[in-house]
């Protein structure tokens, strides 16, 4: 056949000769297989004859690139050249590029290690728990013992640039001591009093943290005291080792049980023990000169708010100055308990003398009125 008829003959075979043909140097992804027909692998064999070759590389967590010398398809084949690329979250262990070597070896053994963050450190007065421990991807909690509370983020992921997302937390006192006073009701004045001994047990104050109290302060009077009558506040305030403060209040109210105030009757007196008209306090009467008392000489107030006896007032004095002697005109005052008699042994004493003659003048004369003292 001659040259002419030969060219003729493939001239029909051009384009799928064409087709077939593939480029001779194309890095593709993978463990460096190429995914070629056994036409194909046979002449990459053949080309490469007596050339030593590679294992296949396959990296856990990688990807592999290769480019073979010479265009070669074959991506295992002595100078081969294969980049590897870890993955997201992983980290590469190795040269970053192998060749394949004499020795059929390639030139380091590389490895993709999931990346992984610094360890957190243990806040105080809490902790914290993670899922896949501080590795790419792995999310850490974070939690404060009881009375304390999370201050920074709860929740931390460890990031591809092996550093944690937030900032570490901790774990701070802010809540106050917890303090509860005692219930104390009103209390009654005591008889013939205006205070009442009033007490009550110290409150203890308790922290919700570490349960350690720095100082307990009172405000008013203290428990036992004798409280007046009135409304009394009383506070306490307790406080923590991280100042944080407590505090509770309540009232001591003192009454004091009164009858209500008594006057002293017209031309008399009144005298009374302590405020005059609260319960036990008591009241006694007196007259002025010429005159003499008539019902109770001293008044109570009672229990039930109602005063004893009866109204006191002050009569004049009826004396019965028909009488013979100046002993029984005395015996009257005496009687009445109105004069005040002061006496010496003898009548040779001038001063006895002016006694007798006084009353003398006032039993002659009935109009005539003499006191010289008064007494109850």
Not at 81 to 100: A, F, M, N, V
Not at 245 to 256: A, H, Q, S
Not at 273 to 280: F, I, L, V, W
Request: proline residues 7%; charged residues 25%.
């Amino acid at each position: 056949m001659g040259s002419s008829a030969l060219r003729a003959a493939l001239l029909p075979l051009l384009p799928l000769l064409l087709l077939l043909r593939v480029p001779p140097s194309r890095a593709f992804p993978g463990s460096g297989d190429s995914p070629l027909e056994d036409d194909e692998v046979g002449y990459s064999h053949a080309r490469y004859k007596d050339t030593p070759w590679c294992s296949p590389i396959k990296v856990k967590y990688g990807d592999v690139y290769c480019r073979a010398p010479q265009g070669g398809y074959y991506k295992t084949a002595l100078g081969t050249r294969c980049d590897i690329r870890c993955r997201k979250g992983y980290e590469l262990h190795g040269s970053s590029q192998l060749i394949c070597q004499s020795n059929r070896r390639w030139s380091d053994k590389v490895i993709c290690k999931q990346k992984r963050c610094p360890v957190l450190a243990m806040p105080a007065n809490g902790g914290f728990k993670c899922v896949d421990g501080a590795y790419f991807n792995s999310r850490c909690e974070y939690y404060c013992s009881p009375g304390y509370t999370l201050k920074g983020e709860r929740t931390v992921t460890c990031m591809d640039n092996k550093a944690w997302s937030g900032r570490p937390a901790s774990c701070v006192d802010i809540e106050p001591p917890r303090i509860k006073c005692p219930s104390v009701k009103e209390r009654i004045a005591e008889p013939n009093k205006l205070t009442v001994r009033v007490s009550w047990e110290t409150p203890e104050g308790r922290d919700t943290a570490d349960g350690i109290l720095t100082d307990v302060i009172l405000k008013g009077l203290p428990p036992g005291s004798n409280f007046p009558e009135g409304d009394h506040k009383i506070q306490y305030t307790v406080y923590d080792r991280a100042e944080n403060k407590g505090v509770c209040k309540f009232r001591v109210k003192v009454r004091v049980r009164r009858c209500g105030k008594l006057n002293a009757p017209e031309n008399g007196y009144m005298k009374c023990s302590s405020d005059g008209d609260n319960y036990g306090a008591t009241c006694e009467f007196s007259c002025i000169g010429g005159y003499e008392l008539q019902g109770s000489p001293a008044r109570v107030c009672q229990s039930n708010l109602a005063w004893s006896g009866t109204e006191p007032t002050c009569a004049a004095m009826n004396i019965n100055v028909g009488v013979r002697t100046a002993a029984a005109l005395l015996d009257q005052f005496y009687e009445k308990r109105r004069l005040l008699i002061v006496s010496t042994p003898t009548a040779r004493n001038l001063l006895y003398r002016l006694q007798l003659g006084m009353l003398q003048v006032v039993a002659a004369n009935p109009t005539l009125f003499l006191q010289y003292g008064a007494s109850g």
